[in-house]
């Protein structure tokens, strides 16, 4: 069974930063498609970043565009998000979310195989 864990979320003021990473194990495809996405109380659950395996390509929500930044450790099948200029509307459970296939960063939820049970992200004003 796959797993995926996320870990680093907290409380932060506005204009600080986070480190949220998720930890993948038991995935054997070999060219799977990371994704952050998140959920804010009452709201759908709404596209952050992709990144592909191999080549560092990835995909920005434009609401985050230019303060979050997705990576990958993928000998240690590990994906990052970084988040720098935090604001109060950045609050929200974050998941990660796996797909096996596509040639595409999907910004999708249906179409992401597996997910994390999710990190607590509050940024206070």
């Known amino acids: 069974q796959v797993q995926l864990v996320e870990s680093g979320g907290g409380l932060v003021q506005a204009g600080g930063s986070l480190r949220l990473s998720c930890a993948a194990s038991?995935?054997?495809?070999?060219?799977?498609?990371m994704g952050w996405f998140r959920q804010a109380p009452g709201k759908e659950r709404e596209f952050v970043a992709a990144?592909?395996?191999?080549?560092?390509?990835?995909r920005y929500a434009d609401s985050v565009k230019g303060r979050f930044t997705i990576s990958r450790d993928n000998a240690r099948n590990t994906v990052f998000l970084q988040m720098n200029m935090l604001k109060p509307e950045d609050t929200a459970v974050y998941y990660c979310?796996?797909?096996?296939?596509?040639?595409?960063?999907?910004?999708?939820?249906?179409?992401?195989?597996?997910w994390g049970q999710g990190t607590q992200v509050t940024v206070s004003s």
């Open positions: 979310a796996a797909r096996l296939s596509g040639s595409t960063l999907s910004n999708m939820e249906n179409v992401y195989n597996y």
């Open positions: 038991r995935l054997t495809s070999s060219s799977y498609t």
């Open positions: 990144i592909f395996r191999y080549g560092g390509i990835s």
